[in-house]
């Protein structure tokens, strides 16, 4: 993986742009080349996450990048992002379910194996299509966005009137922090799952950014510890969204079935999985809305205009050190 330069701040915001992305990239390609080996368990979630700050990258420094990796290409990223996430929420209601199973009472664990093989058989079809449709998907999508980013490397960084990668990074962080409180403003109750959603993908954008600024300011890493504790709580918040929703379809599935599985575990499972959400969104209201926000946001606020002075550096016609090429990987 290609470091970032020392001067990141400084380089015209599309170079650098690109160059974050090139490297992102390259993660997703070595993520992807994981996939394969049963036993490396983080493989999928690595590259999910990978395609997901590409994304956000891209999305986030349009403005500066143009139409350098056009639209229809960063929905085909998406779209091919799409198509990995049945596995892995299969995965983690089943981690969900091992966890909280214990909490069940004797006479409330029927029906939990049939549950089980449900979702163990969903995310090994899930696995099995990943591992077909996916890598040469990603593979066709690679070259294109590659070349597309290695040109803007090119271009960019030449074109008249860029702003620095800094002032960019400015006007990303604060549009960044105000779709954060917007997002969680609209967020009265558990069931606001579109807010909370929301409020999850534009905290997990912030953290992005801040983790990339972090390599050139190091009090940037301080801020993103703040950022992680409230993606974890609304990815939890999330999470018992979609088993709520899972559970539902499971307990209307076995009272259709023939012979009828017993239903009596995944009805108390999605009784527990109310109760978390409730008590989550609680934790959310006394620790975040009515508490920390409003200093969170006001903080990455200022944290940005801080970036802001860096005026852009002119860059050597011949000068492209983080070029990124297809080299395939030797086996381990």
Not at 34 to 51: G, I, K, Q, S, W
Not at 178 to 202: C, F, K, T
Not at 254 to 272: I, N, Q
């Amino acid at each position: 993986m290609p470091k970032a330069p020392p001067d990141l701040l400084a380089r015209p915001a599309g170079n650098a742009a690109a160059l974050i992305g090139l490297t992102l990239l390259e993660g997703a390609r070595a993520a992807l080349g994981r996939l394969a080996d049963p036993d490396d368990t983080e493989a999928l979630h690595d590259f999910r996450v990978a395609l997901r700050r590409l994304r956000s990258t891209l999305r986030g420094f349009r403005p500066e990048l143009g139409d350098a990796v056009p639209k229809k290409l960063q929905r085909r990223l998406r779209d091919l992002a799409r198509t990995t996430g049945a596995g892995r929420d299969a995965e983690v209601q089943l981690a969900w379910i091992r966890d909280h199973a214990g909490a069940l009472g004797r006479g409330s664990r029927g029906g939990l194996a049939w549950l089980r093989a449900r979702l163990l058989d969903r995310r090994d079809r899930a696995y099995a299509a990943i591992r077909e449709e996916v890598p040469p998907q990603f593979r066709r999508l690679e070259r294109r966005v590659r070349r597309a980013l290695n040109r803007a490397t090119s271009d960019r960084d030449r074109s008249p009137g860029q702003p620095s990668f800094g002032t960019a990074a400015t006007r990303l962080l604060r549009d960044q922090a105000v779709d954060l409180e917007q997002a969680l403003d609209a967020a009265r109750s558990p069931g606001d799952e579109s807010a909370i959603h929301n409020a999850r993908i534009a905290v997990k954008r912030v953290r992005y950014l801040l983790e990339t600024l972090a390599g050139a300011l190091a009090d940037a890493a301080v801020l993103v510890a703040p950022c992680r504790r409230l993606q974890d709580l609304l990815g939890e918040l999330h999470d018992a969204h979609v088993l709520a929703e899972e559970l539902g379809d499971a307990v209307a599935e076995a009272a259709a079935a023939r012979p009828t599985p017993a239903s009596a575990g995944p009805l108390a499972l999605a009784r527990l999985a109310s109760e978390t959400e409730a008590r989550l969104f609680e934790r959310l209201v006394t620790e975040w809305l009515d508490a920390k926000l409003p200093a969170l946001v006001q903080t990455l606020t200022g944290f940005g205009e801080r970036l802001r002075p860096v005026v852009p550096v002119r860059l050597a016609r011949s000068s492209h050190p983080l070029r990124v090429r297809y080299t395939p990987r030797a086996r381990s």
